[in-house]
């Protein structure tokens, strides 16, 4: 009813209303306005929470693809033919295919976040990584088929399912986790400072122990959502 005032500044309906034909009484008046400025926000929390869903899908997203891609340039690598080679190459390749197949969807709606869905499968990591969507029981088989391919003298070999991202993606990821990390140990100081106890105390050191970790991440490295999700021992 109201899609044409959705275009217009508050003021711009202001003036508009008070200039009808039909006469509106101020309480009317002030009812539309209301109801507009109601739409307008659930509209741009709407685009909000769609663009922040897609990128959290781009985190596993851009990954997979950038791995399935270089596993492709890796099957075809020097013309090799071997044949046990090529049957590895071929099932991860498969795998990703599907998993990217499975993903495209919802990516695309943005119903869910994928950590959403990976909470209700029961997912590893709440499903951080595109590996973490893997049963382990495909990635064995694979893992082992890999291992089996005859090593050729100083050429690297291909390990599968490793927990690596895009150098763009890792670089905001580790500043985006020592921002958060910076600001709940400020947060967590205060509290120990106000009520020390034995798990806050605990909590705040290895919070330090991780923000020292982080700058130290290898480049492609899988950077987890918070601190929590990094080995200290």
């Not at 495209?104 to 499903?127: C, F």
């Not at 140990?185 to 009520?195: A, H, K």
């Amino acid at each position: 009813m109201y899609e044409s005032y959705l275009r217009l500044t508050a003021n711009e309906l202001h003036m508009h209303l008070l200039k009808q034909k039909r006469q509106l009484h101020p309480a009317e008046i002030t009812k539309i306005k209301n109801e507009v400025a109601a739409m307008k926000e659930a509209m741009r929390v709407d685009r909000i929470t769609r663009a922040n869903r897609r990128t959290e899908w781009a985190k596993v997203l851009v990954p997979l693809r950038y791995e399935l891609n270089n596993a492709k340039v890796g099957r075809n690598y020097n013309g090799d033919t071997c044949p046990h080679r090529i049957e590895a190459f071929d099932a991860y390749i498969a795998v990703m295919e599907k998993l990217i197949g499975m993903l495209k969807h919802p990516a695309k709606v943005l119903e869910k976040t994928p950590i959403q869905m990976a909470m209700a499968k029961n997912l590893p990591n709440n499903g951080e990584h595109w590996t973490d969507w893997i049963p382990q029981r495909i990635k064995t088989p694979i893992s082992e088929a890999f291992e089996a391919i005859p090593h050729k003298a100083k050429a690297k070999r291909k390990v599968p399912f490793l927990r690596t991202v895009t150098p763009d993606l890792h670089t905001k990821a580790k500043e985006r986790l020592l921002k958060k990390t910076q600001k709940e140990i400020e947060t967590l100081e205060t509290r120990v400072r106000i009520n020390p106890t034995e798990e806050n105390t605990k909590q705040l050191r290895d919070m330090r122990t991780a923000l020292k970790l982080i700058p130290h991440f290898k480049e492609n490295e899988f950077v987890p959502a918070s601190w929590r999700g990094i080995e200290l021992e």
